[in-house]
């Protein structure tokens, strides 16, 4: 079965990316595409820094007072950095290949919905360059 890819990039708009979710949620079940059609979001830094930032300290195992007033501000900053992430919405559907009428209708429905117009939509299929890095990005994900 050949599979194609579309990322949507909703900048630090988690919100919007959510909903986005939701729409192919509904979707899904609605028509049936419960292996078909797979979304995973990716939550990046906005800077390109790298995520060891959100790694616990190793001094952090034993909190004193001090210490619980310094964790609350802690916890705020990784919130701020949170909520400054770039979100992308990475969307796999995976059609059969007597099935390349309804992949192709999904591929042109989906960016041209409200919700994913404004995400900079990019299709991304089995005969790109960055197709098997996207592959890969995809299998990582959660």
């Not at 042109?108 to 790109?128: C, G, N, Q, T």
Request: with cysteine; glycine share 4%.
């Amino acid at each position: 079965m050949a599979h194609s890819y579309m990322r949507f990039d909703f900048g630090t708009d988690e919100e919007k990316a959510q909903l986005a979710c939701h729409k192919l949620d509904v979707w899904k079940q609605a028509f049936r595409l419960d292996k078909k059609l797979l979304y995973k979001l990716d939550r990046g830094p906005a800077d390109g820094a790298s995520s060891e930032e959100d790694l616990p300290e190793p001094n952090e195992e034993k909190p004193n007072a001090k210490a619980k007033g310094k964790s609350g501000k802690v916890s705020q900053e990784k919130a701020a950095k949170k909520s400054e992430s770039t979100v992308h919405l990475l969307v796999r559907l995976y059609f059969s290949s007597h099935e390349k009428l309804s992949e192709q209708r999904w591929l042109d429905r989906i960016p041209s919905e409200e919700l994913f117009k404004d995400a900079s939509p990019e299709v991304i299929s089995k005969s790109s360059p960055e197709f098997t890095s996207i592959d890969q990005n995809f299998e990582r994900l959660e």
